[in-house]
Nanobody, 122 residues
Framework: QVQLVESGGGLVQAGGSLRLSCAAS????????MGWFRRAPGKEREFVAA????????YYRDTVKGRFTISRDNAKNTVYLQLNSLKPEDTAVYYC???????????????WGQGTQVTVSS
């Protein structure tokens, strides 16, 4: 059974940092793209960042470029999201996701985690 378990969320002041982790189990994702999405209160879930299977290619939504960094450790079957210079508008539930492809595709991920709450106070 595939599981993606996020951790690292919490409450932080604006300008602060958090590091989210996503540990995968049930199968190896070393040949799969991984990503992070988020859902803010009252809004649709949106793409945040993705990383190709090798870690060589990364993609970000414009509003987080230069502030967030996605990375992965295939030996640990884990993907990370470093969140710096956080803003109140980054407040959301952050979801880890795994694609069935080596790079992120528009059809979206196949597997999803349960999410971790990030709250940024002003």
């Amino acid at each position: 059974q595939v599981q993606l378990v996020e951790s690292g969320g919490g409450l932080v002041q604006a300008g602060g940092s958090l590091r989210l982790s996503c540990a995968a189990s049930g199968r190896t994702f070393s040949n799969s793209a991984m990503g992070w999405f988020r859902r803010a209160p009252g809004k649709e879930r949106e793409f945040v960042a993705a990383i190709a299977w090798s870690g060589g290619n990364t993609y970000y939504r414009d509003t987080v470029k230069g502030r967030f960094t996605i990375s992965r450790d295939n030996a640990k079957n884990t993907v990370y999201l470093q969140l710096n210079s956080l803003k109140p508008e980054d407040t959301a539930v952050y979801y880890c996701a795994a694609y069935s492809t080596m790079v992120a595709v528009s059809t979206g991920p196949r597997y999803w985690g349960q999410g971790t709450q990030v709250t940024v106070s002003s």
